[in-house]
């Protein structure tokens, strides 16, 4: 699962929706994607105000997903440079995330086909086919539907906020053109959005600066990532980020989806919950991780009781 994961974070940067040909509403999504949570009992986290800018960066720092909506009200109506720019930031994280998360259900959902592929063969080929069998078929079936529109949902909502953050990008260029925190929203704003030669624009201005600056260092791996997919080079610059800001969330979160092996995400993984437990990833990924590393270390075990 790790490979197949860094594999399409790799990917060119938007979540496509399954090809089903079906719609689905902003409002339709996020009453998806609440079912989804229920279902895994995860509890919805009641509004909460920030209270003062520290709060607000202290979120955006943790990568806090869930408390996002509380960080995009405190912003409202207030101008600014560093209120816009934060605010395009904001909605520019929400959007990656939802990404993200779209990507695992998809490798998620493609795991499930396989498997349903498999039991169907078994059922076709006239094999004893046991009802523990015709219930892994139903269950694995049901991961197909519900992964496929968990995917659907979660590109519809990155796309919502892509939109919401480019919209705000848009007014912080128009109004604050020369300001360094302009540039770097913009830069943040053309990467989501693929116009590399603008992006390259902004990250000039930052070419004396940026190999000191944790923040910067994480556009380069989402750029190493989405221009070039180079795991590898990706995986340096995330490292580099954490040295210079060991509290980067999102990038500890992006260095457990690009490992190569499962010993690799499973120490990354340790290392993000220790950091914010209650992370998407952690709640999502995490699960299949441990089960896999656990399975992998009984392999292990097995082959060297098995050695002379």
Same mark, same amino acid.
């Given at each position: 699962?790790?490979?197949?994961?860094?594999?399409?974070?790799?990917?060119?940067?938007?979540?496509?929706?399954?090809?089903?040909?079906?719609?689905?509403?902003?409002?339709?999504?996020?009453?998806?994607?609440?079912?989804?949570?229920?279902?895994?009992?995860?509890?919805?986290?009641?509004?909460?105000?920030?209270?003062?800018?520290?709060?607000?960066?202290?979120?955006?720092?943790?990568?806090?997903?869930?408390?996002?909506?509380?960080?995009?009200?405190?912003?409202?109506?207030?101008?600014?440079?560093?209120?816009?720019?934060? @605010?395009?930031?904001?909605?520019?994280?929400? @959007?990656?995330?939802?990404?993200?998360?779209?990507?695992?259900?998809?490798?998620?959902?493609?795991?499930?086909?396989?498997?349903?592929?498999?039991? %169907?063969?078994?059922? &076709?080929?006239?094999?004893?086919?046991?009802?523990? &069998?015709? %219930?892994?078929?139903?269950?694995?079936?049901?991961?197909?539907?519900?992964?496929?529109?968990?995917?659907?949902?979660?590109?519809?909502?990155?796309?919502?906020?892509?939109? @919401?953050?480019?919209?705000?990008?848009?007014?912080?260029?128009? %109004?604050?053109?020369?300001?360094?925190?302009?540039?770097?929203?913009?830069?943040?704003?053309?990467?989501?959005?693929?116009?590399?030669?603008?992006?390259?624009?902004?990250?000039?201005?930052?070419?004396?600066?940026?190999?000191?600056?944790?923040?910067?260092?994480?556009?380069?791996?989402?750029?190493?990532?989405?221009?070039?997919?180079?795991?590898?080079?990706?995986?340096?610059?995330?490292?580099?980020?954490?040295?210079?800001?060991?509290?980067?969330?999102?990038?500890?979160?992006?260095?457990?989806?690009?490992?190569?092996?499962?010993?690799?995400?499973?120490?990354?993984?340790?290392?993000?919950?220790?950091?914010?437990?209650?992370?998407?990833?952690?709640?999502?990924?995490?699960?299949?991780?441990?089960?896999?590393?656990?399975?992998?270390?009984?392999?292990?075990?097995?082959?060297?009781?098995? @050695?002379?």
């Amino acid at each position: 699962m790790c490979v197949a994961v860094s594999v399409v974070l790799g990917c060119a940067g938007e979540a496509r929706s399954p090809a089903t040909g079906a719609t689905m509403t902003a409002g339709e999504a996020r009453d998806v994607v609440a079912e989804l949570q229920a279902q895994r009992g995860v509890k919805p986290r009641p509004p909460q105000a920030v209270a003062s800018a520290e709060e607000l960066i202290d979120i955006v720092a943790r990568d806090d997903v869930d408390r996002f909506e509380d960080a995009a009200r405190y912003l409202e109506g207030k101008g600014g440079v560093d209120a816009i720019t934060m @605010s395009a930031t904001v909605e520019l994280l929400w @959007s990656d995330a939802f990404l993200t998360v779209g990507l695992v259900a998809r490798e998620l959902g493609r795991r499930a086909e396989v498997e349903v592929s498999r039991l %169907q063969t078994k059922q &076709d080929s006239g094999r004893e086919f046991t009802s523990d &069998d015709k %219930q892994r078929l139903e269950q694995a079936t049901r991961r197909v539907e519900v992964n496929a529109k968990a995917e659907m949902a979660l590109g519809v909502l990155s796309r919502e906020h892509l939109a @919401s953050g480019s919209e705000v990008a848009r007014e912080a260029l128009r %109004q604050f053109p020369g300001d360094e925190r302009t540039y770097r929203v913009a830069a943040f704003y053309y990467l989501s959005t693929g116009t590399w030669g603008r992006y390259d624009d902004c990250m000039a201005f930052f070419k004396d600066v940026e190999h000191d600056d944790a923040g910067l260092l994480f556009l380069r791996a989402l750029e190493a990532l989405r221009r070039r997919s180079s795991r590898d080079e990706a995986r340096g610059l995330l490292t580099q980020a954490l040295t210079k800001n060991p509290r980067l969330v999102r990038a500890q979160a992006k260095l457990v989806l690009i490992q190569e092996d499962i010993d690799a995400s499973y120490a990354e993984l340790m290392r993000l919950e220790a950091m914010a437990p209650g992370h998407p990833v952690v709640r999502i990924t995490g699960p299949l991780i441990k089960s896999e590393y656990e399975l992998s270390q009984s392999f292990e075990r097995a082959r060297g009781s098995a @050695s002379p």
